[in-house]
């Protein structure tokens, strides 16, 4: 198994709203990220957790909220976002943060109203 | 920390010419360089990579070349094809975290 797998697909929220983005991975890697994309851009880091730890936060916002409640699990929260935080998020993970392939998730597509 | 720069932001080649796409980086630390490939809607999947003990790599019509000394690697693609459009990112990881190029929008006019 060499997917990671990310819930949902899109996601339309309200400015008031909480959600969660939700992503999951069976390949025992112990590395796993959290990133934004707009359009036409590359991935912008958010979270790395590295054995379930988070290891780096790249100054994000409070208003997201990231947790990995396990080895095979990471969790974004969202709360009171802004339009401008409407982007694709990607999961991604690897065997750790060193050289090791990352391999990303499908994404999901929010958008915020 | 880590800066990558990438060359061109656009690319237009007729199919079946070559493709080649230039990154640069500035941490000597960096010490993997993969290169991802994204089509629209779908998400970057890894198309070659290399470590920096090695010069250069080839998979069928698709090589990397790493100049450690210089910083810079790029990414060749041979006989292109139409499902070769796409995005492409290069990255260089410090063995902590990727860092991302802007990435090349590369389309292969039939």
Not at chain 1, 71 to 91: F, G, I, R, T, V
Not at chain 2, 16 to 23: E, F, L, R
Not at chain 2, 24 to 42: H, I, M, R, V
Request: hydrophobic letters at 30%.
């Amino acid at each position: 198994d060499t997917e990671v797998t990310q819930t949902p697909k899109h996601l339309v929220m309200g400015m008031t709203n909480k959600k969660s983005l939700k992503c999951e991975q069976h390949m025992g890697h112990r590395a796993m990220y959290w990133y934004k994309q707009k359009a036409k851009k590359p991935p912008e880091l958010m979270f790395v957790y590295s054995y379930e730890k988070l290891s780096i936060n790249e100054s994000v916002p409070s208003r997201f909220s990231p947790e990995c409640p396990n080895s095979s699990l990471l969790n974004l929260h969202l709360h009171a976002l802004q339009p401008e935080d409407s982007a694709l998020y990607l999961c991604a993970s690897s065997q750790d943060r060193g050289e090791t392939e990352a391999f990303f998730g499908q994404g999901t597509r929010l958008t915020v109203v | 920390g880590e800066n990558v720069e990438q060359h061109p932001s656009t690319l237009s080649v007729q199919e079946g010419d070559s493709a080649v796409i230039k990154c640069t980086y500035s941490d000597s630390a960096s010490n993997y360089f993969p290169w991802y490939k994204q089509e629209l809607g779908k998400r970057p999947q890894l198309i070659i990579d290399i470590r920096s003990n090695v010069g250069e790599k080839k998979d069928q019509r698709i090589a990397v070349t790493l100049n450690k000394t210089a910083k810079h690697f790029s990414l060749h693609i041979t006989e292109t094809q139409p499902e070769d459009s796409a995005v492409y990112f290069c990255a260089a990881n410090t063995g902590n975290q990727f860092y991302f190029g802007t990435g090349t929008s590369l389309t292969v006019i039939p």
